[in-house]
């Protein structure tokens, strides 16, 4: 019925939304560090996502006709790099332990 509503309110839910998932990527990146060697990564991601819903939140009325598609394009790609960069470090931590002869441990 109201579209520049609907997209205001949908604005704030996605910087909630973005807030949440950073807090959780930060956690689990801290909480992998010494399993992982590409943890920073999604540390980094995480601080990004909060970053961006902080924007969001902090422009909020006006943020609601243009922010969605840039921000949701921003994060998708951050978080795109992450799971690159954090699969690259395990495979290149599955090759140590093959070449030591040690076996992985989940």
Known sequence: MDPVLASGVLTLVLAGILIAVG???IAMGIQH???AAGWY???LSGIVSILLGGMIYLQWPVSGLWVI????AIELIL???SYVFVALAARKAGRADTTTGTQATA
């Open 69 to 72: 598609g840039l921000f949701v």
């Open 33 to 35: 560090r010494k399993a």
């Open 23 to 25: 807090v959780i990527r």
């Open 79 to 81: 978080n795109g790099w």
């Open 41 to 43: 990564w999604s540390v």
